[in-house]
């Protein structure tokens, strides 16, 4: 069974905004990072580092449902998170900086909180967005 032409049109438009919203989520990261300073901003950028996981995985699977895409997107981060405790994303940081804003250097058990809010957050509105927008009709 072949997918209905609408449908396909529709899935190309949810991954174009996904990723849309992942470049301005990533800009605003960018400058959480620039621009703040102390645990507000800390728990705020890695929130967003959730919500961009979220949606470059919605982009990927853009028919999954919101719920596996949000435990997927928490269990990516929670792995990045540990992968820090082995010491070799600070290492990597100290040749090339720009994998501390991908990787991380140190580990902190609190980021997981972030990840967790920013994932939820990312799957509520994806869930809302997604039951606003229009079905595609039958072929």
């Known amino acids: 069974m072949q997918p209905s032409p609408d449908r396909d049109a529709t899935v190309r438009t949810r991954r ?7 470049v301005l989520v990533i800009l605003a990261g960018l400058a959480v990072h620039v621009l703040g300073s102390g645990p ?7 929130a967003l580092y959730a ?17 596996v895409i949000g435990a997927v997107a928490v269990v990516v981060c929670t792995l990045i998170e540990l992968f820090q405790l082995t010491g070799i994303p600070a290492g990597w940081a100290e040749a090339f900086w720009p994998v501390r804003l991908v ?13 967790a809010v920013g994932a939820i957050t990312a ?8 039951r ?8």
Not at 16 to 22: C, G, P, Q, S
Not at 103 to 115: C, K
Not at 123 to 130: G, H, S
Not at 132 to 139: F, I, K, T, V, Y
């Open 51 to 67: 919500v961009m996981i979220y949606l470059v995985i919605a982009a990927v699977f853009a028919r999954a449902a919101c719920w």
């Open 132 to 139: 606003r927008s229009p079905a595609p009709r039958a072929g």
């Open 123 to 130: 799957t509520v509105c994806d869930l809302v967005l997604r």
């Open 16 to 22: 174009r905004r996904l990723l849309a919203a992942a």
């Open 40 to 46: 507000v901003a800390d728990f705020t950028g890695d």
């Open 103 to 115: 990787l991380g250097a140190g580990f902190d058990a609190r980021d997981l909180i972030a990840y």
